[in-house]
């Protein structure tokens, strides 16, 4: 449990270190927020909890292909709060496409032969 423990307080302080970063440089911090430390991060931690280099490359190589159909929400966001849409609503917006797109991704990707 304390190992879990850690694994949170350490990830929860990279990322709350990104948003710090974003209120005074949005830029920077949005640079810093694109940094795959999450990925970083839970490779690291699950290498640590199993060290199997094929489970690794499966997970690596399905991180790539999901990151994908996250991308167009980072674009969606900003045209809709210039818009005038309220935050919360260009979120869940956002989430709903990162959703849907995801959904695709899942359902295509046999057809090209990716194992995610």
């Not at 709350?16 to 949005?26: D, L």
């Not at 999450?38 to 399905?62: C, F, Q, T, Y």
């Not at 849409?85 to 260009?90: R, S």
């Amino acid at each position: 449990m304390f190992y879990l423990a850690v694994k949170a307080f350490i990830s929860g302080i990279l990322i709350a270190a990104a948003s710090e970063v974003a209120k005074h440089f949005p830029g920077f911090g949005g640079l810093s927020a694109s940094l795959p430390l999450v990925s970083v991060l839970g490779m690291i931690w699950l290498w640590r909890d199993k060290p199997d280099a094929e489970n690794m490359a499966a997970h690596a190589g399905a991180t790539f292909w999901y990151v994908i159909p996250s991308l167009p929400m980072f674009l969606l966001i900003p045209v809709l709060l210039r818009s005038g849409l309220p935050f919360w609503l260009a979120l869940t917006l956002g989430w709903i496409l990162t959703i849907v797109l995801y959904l695709a991704m899942t359902l295509l990707a046999p057809r090209f032969r990716l194992r995610l």
